[in-house]
């Protein structure tokens, strides 16, 4: 009898059990692994929308809202000690910031009196909520009432979102709809800029003229030819003009803009007529750094030898400098300054097709070299009064140097990120976009970099010319006035529009007419065999120089007019908190101190936190929003 009870007690257990059991169902690893994606996907959105807003709340705490990054509940916030707003409930209910808590209903159309809008404006009259911004938010409101008319749900539009206060429906993508239409508008603009005008290409000197790749489209022939120009710039040493009482070499910065795909590999032509002198350069710097380290170890040995025999030691021989014609883009700024000061006279170029490249380099912390680009443009004196990586500070007198760079929009917004800090308009700026076509190809050619070798032979017989002819260049008297009238008259259209950067583009473009000048004439008198110290401007080369700088303005224009400049603040009376200190009474409220702040454009907020700073050191506090001056 013992045992069949047990057995029944044993199955009852099992079947209290059982049900237990069942209230708890395995979940099906289909079923985790879709919950655990929607998981993701809700914290990857959540990450986002936070990253989008971060840098607005970190601007925003700079002026004063209060930013609490440990915050998880509305009770760790800062409050106000009234409502936000009329009728204002739950966790925002006294969040800071609004407006005194008050609301103001338009009820009459008339120009004055009750319940108008300029009965608002009076209202306000003592705030820091100005009359102009009142009419500004009004202005807009109704805008966009009359110009969006109302849309009602539908089951087609459940998957977008809905604006609580216009009750109109948006999807999330047409931000980025519009963006992308206003890109593709952007890039028509690109389309239509200017080529070279077809009489560019004439009356060349021969050197030149041998450059001119006839084959290829309007677009790579342009690119190209500036390519050579700015390249040639770079050897032709003891050649310098005077400009606006200034002495200049031919060295000029350009850079060619397009989209990836553009051809723009055809600019290395300019590489290609500087090889040979590249290499010349170098291979003496290696002749010579062999010759000294020969030299110092004899001298070492002579100084182990005169030290034992107690007699002085003879001097030490000097360390040759060691140069090369081409900067590398990935230097540091204390590299580039050594080298620009070891190249001497000589000059140097930074020469590269991926403008990433230099951009890169430029924003690391041993990059940074924005200001010695400009000074070198201009041939100003280069210093550093500290020591480099344990080397003696650096002066270089008269810097030369010259620059090519092609890249993509997105490259040259990453290399000059504003228009401000002057590198734009040292520049020549030539950008374009063309419609993708497939050129043949096939290998019964000889390539482009063979095919220069006899002209890079031409440059390196340029240079050695130029180092033994040094020449002082000219322009005719008429001339002259011509570029001042063109010159003069860009200037005043520039100023009628308010321009400030283009103006700035007006006025170096004009040198780099004459700079360009000065290397046709320059190949001209090498080609004549002429070592006179004074060589004038054939008008032929005037004028194409001209053309081509004026083309450049016109992609400069366009460039420049997207071009991000930080924000300018206007100037402020720096007197204004001591006068405001100085208007308060000996004794005064709150309300008082608010009344005279709006004078000064004062904010509350301001107003608020300089009594607050005052109190100890400039009055004191005698009750609650009474203040006395400490005498």
């Given at each position: 009898m013992n045992k069949i009870k047990k057995v029944l007690s044993a199955w009852m257990l099992v079947a209290c059990v059982l049900p237990v059991a069942a209230q708890y169902p395995v979940i099906p690893d289909s079923v985790k692994e879709r919950g655990a994606k929607q998981e993701a996907e809700f914290e990857q959105k959540s990450n986002a929308a936070w990253e989008k807003a971060l840098p607005t709340v970190l601007e925003e705490a700079k002026l004063g809202r209060p930013y609490k990054p440990w915050a998880s509940k509305p009770e760790d916030l800062i409050k106000s000690n009234i409502p936000a707003f009329p009728g204002a409930e739950g966790g925002g209910m006294y969040t800071p910031g609004g407006r005194g808590g008050k609301v103001i209903v338009v009820t009459s159309l008339e120009d004055s009196g009750p319940g108008t809008l300029r009965g608002i404006t009076v209202y306000f009259e003592h705030s820091d909520f100005p009359a102009q911004e009142i009419r500004s938010i009004l202005q807009s409101g109704y805008q966009k009432v009359t110009s969006t008319p109302s849309v009602s749900a539908?089951?087609?539009?459940?998957?977008?979102?809905?604006?609580?206060?216009?009750?109109?429906?948006?999807?999330?993508?047409?931000?980025?709809?519009?963006?992308?239409?206003?890109?593709?508008?952007?890039?028509?603009?690109?389309?239509?800029?200017?080529?070279?005008?077809?009489?560019?290409?004439?009356?060349?000197?021969?050197?030149?003229?041998?450059?001119?790749?006839?084959?290829?489209?309007?677009?790579?022939?342009?690119?190209?030819?500036?390519?050579?120009?700015?390249?040639?710039?770079?050897?032709?040493?003891?050649?310098?003009?005077?400009?606006?009482?200034?002495?200049?070499?031919?060295?000029?910065?350009?850079?060619?803009?397009?989209?990836?795909?553009?051809?723009?590999?055809?600019?290395?032509?300019?590489?290609?007529?500087?090889?040979?002198?590249?290499?010349?350069?170098?291979?003496?710097?290696?002749?010579?750094?062999?010759?000294?380290?020969?030299k110092y170890t004899q001298w070492k040995l002579d100084c182990t030898y005169k030290k034992k025999a107690h007699e002085e030691c003879p001097e030490e021989p000097e360390k040759p400098a060691y140069k090369m014609l081409f900067l590398p883009a990935t230097t540091s700024y204390s590299r580039m300054q050594i080298q620009m000061r070891d190249n001497g006279p000589q000059g140097s170029i930074i020469f590269d097709t991926e403008a990433q490249t230099l951009a890169t380099a430029n924003h690391l912390d041993c990059g940074n070299f924005d200001d010695m680009l400009r000074k070198a443009f201009e041939h100003e004196n280069i210093d550093s009064a500290f020591k480099i990586n344990g080397l003696a500070p650096i002066y270089i007198r008269f810097p030369m140097l010259a620059m090519f760079l092609t890249g993509t929009p997105s490259q040259m917004a990453s290399l000059i990120e504003t228009s401000e800090k002057g590198l734009p308009s040292r520049i020549m700026l030539y950008t374009f976009r063309s419609i993708p076509k497939w050129k043949p190809m096939g290998d019964d050619s000889i390539s482009l970099e063979e095919s220069f070798k006899p002209l890079a032979h031409r440059v390196f017989e340029l240079y050695h010319f130029c180092k033994n002819h040094p020449v002082l260049f000219h322009f005719s008297r008429s001339q002259w006035d011509y570029l001042n009238h063109t010159f003069s008259k860009l200037l005043a259209e520039v100023v009628l529009e308010g321009n400030d950067d283009l103006q700035a583009v007006v006025k170096r473009y004009a040198c780099l007419v004459m700079r360009i000048s000065m290397i046709q004439a320059r190949i001209r008198q090498f080609e004549a065999n002429d070592g006179a110290p004074d060589i004038y401007c054939e008008d032929v080369d005037f004028d194409r120089s001209l053309q081509i700088v004026l083309c450049c303005y016109e992609h400069s224009r366009l460039l420049l007019s997207s071009m991000p400049s930080s924000q300018l603040h206007p100037l402020k009376d720096p007197n204004s908190t001591r006068k405001f200190i100085d208007e308060l009474p000996e004794t005064f409220t709150t309300e008082e101190a608010m009344q005279i702040g709006v004078k000064y454009d004062f904010s509350h907020r301001k107003i608020s936190r300089l009594i607050k700073s005052f109190i100890g050191v400039k009055i004191n506090k005698i009750s609650h929003g009474k203040y006395q001056k400490i005498s």
């Open positions: 539908s089951p087609l539009c459940s998957s977008l979102h809905k604006d609580k206060m216009t009750k109109v429906t948006y999807s999330p993508s047409e931000n980025i709809y519009e963006a992308d239409e206003a890109y593709w508008q952007g890039e028509e603009f690109r389309k239509e800029t200017p080529c070279f005008p077809k009489s560019v290409y004439k009356y060349l000197p021969d050197l030149l003229n041998e450059c001119i790749l006839e084959e290829e489209g309007d677009r790579e022939q342009d690119l190209s030819f500036l390519s050579n120009l700015t390249a040639l710039s770079s050897v032709l040493p003891g050649t310098f003009g005077i400009y606006n009482h200034k002495k200049y070499s031919p060295h000029f910065y350009s850079f060619g803009i397009a989209p990836a795909g553009s051809n723009k590999s055809i600019a290395q032509t300019g590489r290609y007529l500087l090889e040979e002198v590249h290499d010349w350069i170098l291979s003496n710097s290696e002749l010579q750094q062999k010759t000294y380290n020969h």
